[in-house]
């Protein structure tokens, strides 16, 4: 099979979707890999690396998509590369549609088939290819939200972790799976005073019995997510409902009612933000302010960690790949019932329930 590898257009954003030692391995086994040029510049990995690799470096983004059947990305496409693709390709990437109406419209019409990283199922429904960009985005979530809590960034000039005599900053963290317990893990290495909202109780558990007492653990009550989020200084987005829209948790009156230069990161972007106010950003201009609050709404927060993240990624993605391309796309898709879980859009369909009742769209499952 060909493999296409493009370069990454989306606002900062250094990954790349295979390393040259995953072309190699590709390569080794008979397919061909065709690599846009500079494609793998931002996270460390040169043209003459995929060279030595056997790829074939292509003449440009336009040749990637020509010659490839399948095509290899990180983020989801831009509308301005779909015109690119043709009838009976195929996409694997993380595609987050259910926020994307236009990107999920423009899919249909080009009638390919569009893997999603994110709802592609493993072993007891585990999201294998979520779960290290998720890792990654809730340590970054308590990075970033440190740095927008300094005066200088338009913060309330907040330390996390405070110092003898003054009390630590308040962190609210809503979610308690992978990316809430990443960066639940990051303030409180901080010592930043943490509270972390949950549905799943166990999860709840697993950290209340990892942190012995030094965070709160609270069962997702709108009340009391409301009274907690009124008085933090950080509140982090950390909420997952596989492949649809994220609810929204947090009011644009509760917002109102949040302390001045209080900073709130959703990391629940990607899928519509769980705060009634977020809207995308990007890494050129992250934050926005409403009613005081600042919002960071950057949905490729990994993007500016790309040789970390690129590798983290390739370490989950290059044995789906390397089943799609040594039994064929749709043998492999009927033979593992989770890869099918990822199909969100096929020959001109939606197949993900998610995603056609996020856009109110007939969904035809796969046969």
């Known amino acids: 099979?060909?493999?296409?590898?493009?370069?990454?257009?989306?606002?900062?954003?250094?990954?790349?979707?295979?390393?040259?030692?995953?072309?190699?391995?590709?390569?080794?086994?008979?397919?061909?890999?065709?690599?846009?040029?500079?494609?793998?510049?931002g996270s460390g990995f040169s043209d003459d690396?995929?060279?030595?690799?056997?790829?074939?470096?292509?003449?440009?983004?336009?040749?990637?998509?020509?010659?490839?059947?399948?095509?290899?990305?990180?983020k989801e496409p831009l509308l301005s590369e779909v015109p690119f693709f043709r009838p009976g390709q195929t996409l694997f990437a993380y595609l987050h549609l259910a926020a994307l109406p236009d990107l999920t419209k423009a899919l249909i019409e080009a009638k390919i088939t569009a893997i999603a990283y994110e709802t592609t199922e493993g072993p007891g429904r585990s999201v294998p290819m979520l779960t290290p960009m998720s890792e990654i985005a809730g340590r970054m979530a308590v990075q970033v939200g440190a740095h927008f809590l300094e005066r200088h960034s338009g913060g309330r000039g907040i330390l996390l972790g405070g110092v003898p005599g003054v009390a630590p900053g308040r962190v609210v963290v809503l979610g308690s799976g992978v990316v809430g317990?990443?960066?639940?893990?990051?303030?409180?290495?901080?010592?930043?005073?943490?509270?972390?909202?949950?549905?799943?109780?166990?999860?709840?558990?697993?950290?209340?019995?990892?942190?012995?007492?030094?965070?709160?653990?609270?069962?997702?009550?709108?009340?009391?997510?409301?009274?907690?989020?009124?008085?933090?200084?950080?509140?982090?987005?950390?909420?997952?409902?596989?492949?649809?829209?994220?609810?929204?948790?947090?009011?644009?009156?509760?917002?109102?009612?949040?302390?001045?230069?209080?900073?709130?990161?959703?990391?629940?972007?990607?899928?519509?933000?769980?705060?009634?106010?977020?809207?995308?950003?990007?890494?050129?201009?992250?934050?926005?302010?409403v009613d005081g609050v600042l919002h960071y709404g950057v949905a490729n927060m990994p993007g500016i960690v790309p040789h970390t993240s690129t590798l983290a990624l390739t370490n989950a993605t290059l044995p789906y790949i390397v089943r799609l391309v040594s039994a064929g796309v749709e043998r492999a898709i009927r033979s593992d019932p989770g890869l099918a879980q990822g199909v969100n859009v096929a020959n001109g369909r939606v197949t993900c329930k998610?995603?056609?009742?996020?856009?109110?769209?007939?969904?035809?499952?796969?046969?």
Not at 1 to 19: A, N
Not at 237 to 266: C, F, N, Y
Not at 354 to 365: I, Q
């Open 1 to 41: 099979m060909i493999i296409g590898v493009p370069k990454e257009v989306k606002d900062h954003e250094f990954r790349v979707s295979l390393t040259p030692d995953g072309a190699r391995a590709l390569c080794a086994a008979g397919h061909a890999v065709w690599v846009e040029p500079s494609a793998g510049n």
């Open 49 to 74: 690396e995929y060279r030595a690799a056997g790829a074939r470096l292509a003449a440009s983004k336009e040749q990637v998509f020509r010659e490839a059947e399948l095509i290899v990305k990180v």
């Open 181 to 289: 317990s990443s960066a639940v893990r990051i303030a409180a290495g901080m010592g930043a005073a943490v509270t972390v909202f949950g549905t799943d109780l166990d999860q709840l558990r697993r950290l209340d019995e990892s942190y012995k007492g030094r965070i709160v653990t609270l069962a997702s009550n709108q009340a009391w997510i409301e009274r907690e989020v009124e008085q933090a200084d950080l509140v982090i987005g950390a909420v997952l409902v596989r492949g649809a829209r994220a609810p929204v948790l947090v009011s644009r009156t509760v917002v109102s009612r949040m302390k001045r230069g209080a900073v709130i990161v959703d990391v629940a972007v990607d899928q519509g933000g769980c705060v009634e106010t977020t809207k995308p950003t990007t890494h050129s201009d992250p934050v926005h302010a």
């Open 354 to 367: 998610a995603v056609a009742d996020a856009h109110g769209l007939r969904v035809e499952p796969l046969a």
